[in-house]
Nanobody, 117 residues
């Protein structure tokens, strides 16, 4: 059973930065494709970006150039570096993992990010 635990959320002023972490346990981490999603109040959950097992990344247009996803396979951890934050980035951020050979997704519990003066 794969377990994902996010951390690093908090309150930050516009223009500030945060780095979220997602630690995976019970997984063959090197083979996990990982993604970050977010859900603001009253909004649907949306994809922020993803990173393949091989390290290829993709980002939503709304965060391109501001957010960076990386992974450290030695630490079973995926990161979301968020720079130049704006109030519209306020949301609960979730980590998702999946294997290519299994039709199943694993989700973390989420971490709150609030961007406010």
């Amino acid at each position: 059973q794969v377990e994902l635990v996010e951390s690093g959320g908090g309150l930050v002023q516009p223009g500030g930065s945060l780095r979220l972490s997602c630690v995976a346990s019970g997984s063959i981490f090197n083979f996990l494709a990982l993604a970050w999603y977010r859900q603001g109040v009253g909004n649907q959950r949306e994809l922020v970006g993803s990173i393949t097992a091989g390290g290829e990344t993709n980002y939503a247009d709304s965060v391109k150039g501001r957010f960076t996803i990386s992974r450290d396979n030695a630490k079973n951890t995926v990161y979301l570096q968020m720079n130049s934050l704006i109030p519209e980035d306020t949301a609960v951020y979730y980590c998702k993992g999946s294997y290519s050979w299994v039709a199943r997704e694993y989700w973390g519990q989420g971490t709150q990010v609030t961007v406010s003066p």
